[in-house]
């Protein structure tokens, strides 16, 4: 499935991001964590909220949920 909208490819992106933190999760580095900790602490664990709220939307979009149209 394709991204139709800003809303998917931003969600797309976001995926990505999470399954490069997983991938790397592996060898026992957290990438976000690593990567965003110096900036705030709460910082990583809003990213990863996003990125379980964009799995939620794409496994909502797979079933059916019809995309937005782009304006």
């Known amino acids: 499935m394709r991204p139709q909208n800003a809303l998917d490819w931003a969600a797309f992106v976001l995926l990505l ?4 933190a997983w991938a790397a999760f592996i060898t026992d580095v957290n990438v976000l964590d ?7 602490d709460i910082l990583d664990d809003i990213v990863f909220g996003l990125i379980g709220l964009a799995g939620l939307y794409w496994v909502a979009r797979v079933l059916g949920l019809p995309p937005k149209p782009s304006r």
Request: charged content about 10%; overall charge negative.
């Open 17 to 20: 991001v999470g399954a490069f």
């Open 34 to 40: 690593t990567a965003l900790e110096p900036i705030a």
